[in-house]
């Protein structure tokens, strides 16, 4: 059993930095393909960054901007994210699968991932 918990949202201005954790207080992450997504007011969930066995994955909307990592020793995975933009506003999920890879997980909006957090809400003014 996972319980996800996402933490380091907040608001911040364009171009500015966030970083966001998600720590899981059951099963060890490291064994898991561990996703963040994101879902915009009045839109669907997308998919940002996952990473598996250390691989690391990111949607195009991203890419060069957030960087995911994982400390397994604090059964933690980050997302850092910079040079934040308007849109990506949106509540940050973070969730975590055994039977699916993070890259295809973050394709396919989650589909595959077994636990999810509550979220954390990141808000980009202009």
């Known amino acids: 059993q996972v319980q996800l918990v996402e933490s380091g949202g907040g608001l911040v201005q364009t171009g500015d930095s966030l970083r966001l954790s998600c720590t899981s207080s059951g099963d060890t992450l490291e064994y898991y393909a561990i996703g963040w997504f994101r879902q915009a007011p009045g839109k669907e969930r997308e998919g940002v960054s996952g990473?598996?066995?250390?691989?690391?994955y990111y949607a195009d909307t991203v890419k060069g901007r957030f960087t995911i990592s994982a400390d397994n020793a604090e059964n933690t995975v980050y997302l850092q994210m910079n040079s934040l933009k308007p849109e990506d506003t949106a509540v940050y999920y973070c969730?975590?699968?055994?039977?699916?890879?993070?890259?295809?997980?973050?394709?396919?909006?989650?589909?595959?991932?077994?636990?999810w957090g509550k979220g954390t809400l990141v808000t980009v003014s202009s």
């Open positions: 969730a975590s699968g055994r039977g699916v890879h993070a890259a295809a997980a973050i394709m396919l909006g989650g589909y595959g991932m077994d636990y």
């Open positions: 990473i598996t066995n250390g691989d690391p």
